[in-house]
């Protein structure tokens, strides 16, 4: 009998309950943001019926579905009429530069239905995306559709645009010059660096369909910032003095994610940096979100998951990148960096 295990504390059943059942709150949330409440609200404080007809509700679970919302902190009521509290006001208004709904509103589209078939994921190692087959055809479709894409690009958006931000501030920018993001969608992780450090010029690589939405969000920077369309693991991607591969190597397997590495390292300018960023996964200091995001990753991909810091450092280091260090990046990234050597 095994008596020397860590132990964790004791739940209660009424805790463990809460735990089982905390998809409800989550569903909740995310079903007032694919409806535009939040939205609607910005325009004003609304009674009952009033919301019920400018967002479209059946009365019948209304209140509650509004009385949780309150409960939640995501919106206030003085008992006659309903408003955005200041959370929701600051955040979730699709109208303001701050919105930060886009990763819920694809994880409500994507992540929820995937993540009812999480038993199936765990048996088979099958991805489990709700009636589609042919992942590729998946993404391609994605791509082609205007409201899906933006709404995949919204996502991207409110998860890099901190971490760019920080990278900005964290790293010494000033030896260089030009910096390419490769799987850098429209643009953000990158116009935060070119806003934050005027000499920088910055390269997005990715695929052609991603050249509309680019010229559109990084239009402010004009030439400072260029698109180039191509496929990374069949075309050379663009030289630069610092090559950023961010929530790319996830996607794929790790035989694929070292290939990518060695690639990226082949068009970094000789003493030049190479950065590597994902919420990789780290014994030593565990997250609870990392290993959520790492199954979030097996289920919507063939092959991907989050992989541990020491893997992306031997991938480095097999591609010819020294002086490899790790940095934490936001709340659950690690940033992996390292040099190509001169010569
Ligand atoms: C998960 S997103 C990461 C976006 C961004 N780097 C970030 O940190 O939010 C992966 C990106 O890789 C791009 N991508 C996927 N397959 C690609 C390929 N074969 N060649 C180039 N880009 C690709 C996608 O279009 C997407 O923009």
């Given at each position: 009998?095994?008596t020397?295990?860590?132990?964790?504390?004791?739940?209660?059943?009424?805790e463990?309950?809460?735990l089982?059942?905390?998809?409800?709150?989550?569903?909740?949330?995310?079903?007032?943001?694919?409806?535009?409440?939040?939205?609607e609200l910005?325009?004003?404080p609304?009674?009952?019926?009033?919301?019920?007809?400018?967002?479209?509700?059946?009365?019948?679970?209304?209140?509650?579905?509004?009385?949780?919302?309150?409960?939640?902190?995501?919106?206030t009521?003085d008992?006659e009429?309903?408003?955005?509290?200041?959370?929701?006001?600051?955040?979730?208004?699709?109208?303001?530069?701050?919105?930060?709904?886009?990763?819920?509103?694809?994880?409500n589209?994507?992540?929820?239905?995937a993540?009812?078939s999480?038993?199936?994921?765990?048996?088979t190692?099958?991805?489990?995306?709700v009636?589609?087959?042919?992942?590729e055809?998946?993404?391609?479709?994605m791509?082609?559709?205007?409201?899906?894409?933006?709404?995949?690009?919204?996502?991207?958006?409110?998860?890099?645009?901190?971490?760019?931000?920080?990278?900005?501030?964290?790293?010494?920018?000033?030896?260089?010059?030009?910096?390419?993001?490769?799987?850098?969608?429209?643009?953000?992780?990158?116009?935060?660096?070119?806003r934050?450090?005027?000499?920088l010029?910055?390269?997005?690589?990715?695929?052609p369909?991603m050249?509309?939405?680019f010229?559109?969000?990084?239009?402010?920077?004009?030439?400072?910032?260029?698109?180039t369309?191509?496929?990374?693991?069949a075309?050379?991607?663009?030289?630069g003095?610092?090559?950023?591969?961010?929530h790319?190597l996830?996607?794929?397997?790790?035989?694929?994610?070292?290939?990518?590495?060695?690639?990226?390292?082949?068009?970094v300018?000789?003493?030049?940096?190479?950065?590597?960023y994902?919420q990789?996964?780290?014994?030593?200091?565990?997250?609870?979100?990392?290993?959520?995001?790492?199954?979030?990753?097996?289920?919507?991909t063939?092959?991907?998951?989050?992989?541990?810091?020491?893997?992306?450092?031997?991938?480095?280091?097999?591609?010819?990148?020294d002086?490899?260090?790790?940095?934490?990046?936001?709340?659950?990234?690690?940033?992996?960096?390292?040099?190509?050597p001169?010569?």
């Amino acid at each position: 009998v095994i008596t020397d295990l860590p132990q964790a504390p004791v739940l209660t059943p009424t805790e463990i309950n809460r735990l089982g059942t905390a998809f409800c709150t989550a569903k909740i949330l995310m079903s007032a943001l694919e409806l535009g409440l939040f939205t609607e609200l910005a325009n004003g404080p609304m009674t009952e019926t009033e919301l019920q007809q400018v967002v479209g509700l059946n009365p019948r679970g209304m209140r509650d579905f509004l009385s949780v919302l309150v409960l939640l902190g995501l919106i206030t009521t003085d008992g006659e009429r309903y408003g955005n509290s200041s959370s929701a006001a600051l955040y979730l208004d699709r109208g303001k530069a701050e919105y930060a709904g886009g990763f819920l509103e694809r994880a409500n589209h994507m992540m929820y239905p995937a993540w009812a078939s999480l038993t199936a994921g765990l048996r088979t190692g099958a991805p489990q995306l709700v009636g589609r087959e042919d992942q590729e055809a998946a993404f391609a479709g994605m791509m082609a559709n205007p409201s899906h894409l933006r709404r995949f690009l919204g996502m991207m958006d409110a998860l890099n645009g901190p971490l760019g931000a920080e990278l900005a501030a964290k790293f010494d920018w000033s030896g260089y010059h030009t910096v390419v993001d490769a799987g850098g969608a429209r643009g953000n992780f990158v116009a935060q660096l070119l806003r934050a450090h005027p000499h920088l010029a910055g390269t997005v690589f990715d695929l052609p369909p991603m050249a509309e939405p680019f010229a559109e969000h990084m239009a402010e920077f004009g030439r400072r910032a260029t698109f180039t369309g191509g496929d990374f693991f069949a075309d050379p991607m663009p030289s630069g003095d610092v090559l950023v591969l961010g929530h790319v190597l996830h996607d794929w397997a790790p035989h694929q994610r070292a290939e990518l590495v060695d690639r990226a390292c082949q068009a970094v300018n000789p003493g030049g940096a190479l950065v590597v960023y994902d919420q990789m996964v780290d014994d030593q200091t565990p997250d609870i979100w990392n290993n959520v995001i790492s199954l979030n990753m097996q289920l919507l991909t063939p092959s991907g998951s989050e992989y541990p810091v020491a893997d992306c450092e031997a991938w480095m280091h097999a591609a010819g990148i020294d002086n490899v260090t790790a940095i934490s990046l936001g709340e659950h990234d690690t940033a992996v960096i390292g040099r190509k050597p001169q010569r």
